[in-house]
């Protein structure tokens, strides 16, 4: 389409009965800026300035994380993602372990106090470990806040089990507080999970990855946002 063309929009008059085509210049059609109330050009002006801190943000942020890709430790793992809810799911000797993340219920590591200003915010997800039978779930609710300066934060710790009996939705299930239980229940507990993959490197891989997404998904947000604008 020549340049002429694109200009032109077809409109339409009434001659006498008969109704009829013809083309007025686009710019007839659309005033310009300059041609708004002066209260609607600095709103616009105004719409600019938030344009133009959004896009210095995505440069300073984009590439500071990694695409959704799982690690190999993660590799055993298919993943499902569905706006900021992730399940991750494999097979276990005729079980099925999903972990579940919200990306939405993170909470920000509290930045370094030697060098608050150049620590990059790192966020600590809550996840829920699902692991099913046929003869119902065992549920772990999980998460990375430090539970003592001993711990290292890459190490998720347990809140909270439940059992879900076969066709019981989950939110009716009995949870009882994980670090209430006798020493011996939580090492056996912990041993449990290690045997289906679920120790220390899974842990790490995990932490890593899901604040990478989560990254990820900050800065898919500001260009969404940047767009719409």
């Not at 200009?7 to 708004?36: F, Y």
């Not at 097979?91 to 990306?103: H, M």
Request: hydrophobic share 35%; aromatic share 10%; proline share 5%.
């Amino acid at each position: 389409m020549s340049a002429l063309r694109a200009a032109l929009r077809p409109v339409c008059r009434m001659v006498g009965s008969t109704l009829q085509r013809t083309t007025t210049p686009a710019t007839l059609l659309a005033p310009s800026l300059t041609a708004l109330p002066s209260s609607s050009r600095r709103f616009f002006s105004q719409d600019s300035a938030l344009v133009s801190a959004l896009s210095n943000e995505i440069q300073h942020e984009d590439g500071a994380g990694s695409s959704p890709t799982l690690p190999g430790e993660l590799s055993e793992f298919n993943y499902t993602m569905q706006g900021a809810s992730i399940v991750l799911t494999k097979q276990f000797q005729g079980e099925k372990i999903a972990v579940e993340l919200d990306l939405n219920n993170m909470t920000e590591l509290a930045p370094s106090e030697e060098d608050p200003e150049e620590t990059p915010p790192q966020y600590l997800p809550s996840f829920t470990i699902d692991i099913t039978k046929s003869q119902g779930s065992l549920l772990f609710s999980c998460n990375y806040h430090m539970a003592n300066e001993e711990q290292n934060i890459d190490q998720y710790v347990i809140s909270e089990v439940a059992y879900v009996a076969p066709g019981q939705n989950r939110l009716d299930a009995f949870t009882t507080d994980f670090g209430n239980l006798d020493y011996t229940l939580i090492e056996e507990f912990e041993s449990y999970l290690h045997r289906r993959g679920l120790g220390a490197e899974f842990s790490s891989a995990l932490f890593e990855w899901s604040s990478s997404v989560e990254h990820s998904n900050y800065v898919q947000l500001l260009k969404n946002v940047r767009d719409f604008l």
